[in-house]
């Protein structure tokens, strides 16, 4: 599969050829982060806003060129960032080299799909104190990490979450979603980037890419646009603050 760069415009943007093996390190470098620092949020929807495919997850809406992105995006982070929906619903392929960082307030991950042999520190699972007893009891016997979030009444602030994860020394931070997730960080300013990819399909919007969280309007600034050749569109997206 064949990628190319049409955003900014430039003389250097020749087409990247996805067997070759150069091609890695060719998207490591269009992809870096601009800062230590950085919360990047990473989703595909389809061209009518849908998060989820024929199968109501975002693996029918994946190609080749949008998993290849998915893993430099994830390698460049330093914590993959997900909702505990998202776990039990995609049961999550975990990152190659950065740990896996499920939010959750009740506790409840009854059908992960986090395997027993995964190794100890690659799954983290950040919860108020008073559900910390609901993993324990519904993760089974997956090896995770508990790592209690400051919580009023079970409920914890986007900002205090990303404190935590800061204060492990997980500063670069690539939120997969769900939806919920995602527009949870955006409405409380925490956002950088935007990382979209955009599948070539109509379909029902049962799950909108942002989910129904309610959150005032942001300004975008395109910063890279890419193009498969297979009609996939893979944006970057800064967030004006």
């Known amino acids: 599969m064949i990628l190319t760069r049409v955003f900014p415009v430039s003389s250097e943007n ?3 050829d996805l067997d070759d093996a150069s091609s890695r390190d060719q998207l490591l470098d269009l992809y870096r982060p601009p800062a230590e620092a950085w919360v990047r949020i990473n989703l595909i929807a389809s061209v009518s806003g849908n998060a989820g495919g024929s199968d109501g997850t975002s693996e029918t809406l994946s190609n080749p ?11 460049l982070g330093d914590v993959v960032l997900i ?24 506790g409840d991950l ?32 997956a090896k995770v990490e508990i790592v209690i979030v400051p919580a009023t009444d079970g409920r914890f602030t986007m900002p ?8 492990r020394g997980l500063n670069s931070i690539v939120c997969e979603g769900g939806p919920g997730l995602a527009a949870q960080l955006i409405s409380a300013n925490l956002v950088d980037e935007l990382c ?10 049962h799950l909108p890419v942002f989910g129904k969280v309610q959150f005032d309007e942001k300004q ?8 498969d050749n297979a009609s996939g569109v893979y944006a970057r997206w800064g967030v004006i603050r």
């Open 220 to 227: 975008l600034s395109l910063t890279q646009l890419m193009v």
């Open 160 to 167: 205090d979450l990303l404190a935590v994860l800061h204060a």
């Open 196 to 205: 979209l990819s955009t599948s070539p399909l109509l379909n029902g919007a």
């Open 65 to 75: 060129a949008d998993r290849r992105l998915l893993g430099v995006i994830r390698e």
């Open 14 to 16: 020749t087409p990247i």
């Open 83 to 106: 909702g505990a929906e998202s776990l039990r619903a995609e049961g999550y392929l975990l990152p190659r080299r950065s740990p896996l960082a499920v939010v959750t307030s009740s």
């Open 110 to 141: 009854t059908g992960h799909g986090v395997g027993d042999a995964v190794e100890s520190g690659r799954v983290i699972v950040l919860c108020p104190a008073e559900s910390a007893d609901r993993v324990r009891e519904t993760v089974g016997a």
